[in-house]
């Protein structure tokens, strides 16, 4: 059974930074992409950055600049640097994992949601 669990979350003012992390539990061998979405009060969810496994990286273009994703992959971990952060950054932050290779081998292709945390930023 595959988890994800957020952590780092929390309030912060404004200009402050925060360090999310993600660590995924399981028996997989590899994850192909690891993202990090988010979601406001009455907006839909909305992609923040990813992480391929042959490190390729892409931003949402509010977070180009000021977000930082990387990843562990010895530890099955992927972070999200924020800094300069804005009140319109508060939301829940969610971690996905997309595309695993489990033992023997076998790929499954879905995408596999963390329970979210919370980042609240205050002016």
């Known amino acids: 059974q595959v988890q994800l669990v957020e952590s780092g979350g929390g309030l912060v003012q404004a200009g402050g930074s925060l360090r999310l992390s993600c660590e995924a539990s399981?028996?997989?061998?590899?994850?192909?992409?690891m993202s990090w979405y988010r979601q406001a009060p009455g907006k839909e969810r909305e992609l923040v950055a990813a992480h391929t496994r042959v490190g390729t990286t892409n931003y949402s273009e509010s977070g180009k600049g000021r977000f930082t994703i990387s990843r562990d992959d010895s530890k099955k971990t992927v972070y999200l640097d924020m800094t300069s952060l804005k009140p319109d950054d508060t939301a829940v932050y969610y971690c996905?994992?997309?595309?695993?290779?489990?033992?023997?081998?076998?790929?499954?292709?879905?995408?596999?949601w963390g329970r979210g945390t919370q980042v609240t930023i205050s002016p």
């Open positions: 996905v994992a997309t595309g695993l290779t489990v033992p023997p081998g076998e790929f499954m292709p879905g995408q596999y």
């Open positions: 399981g028996n997989i061998i590899q994850i192909n992409v």
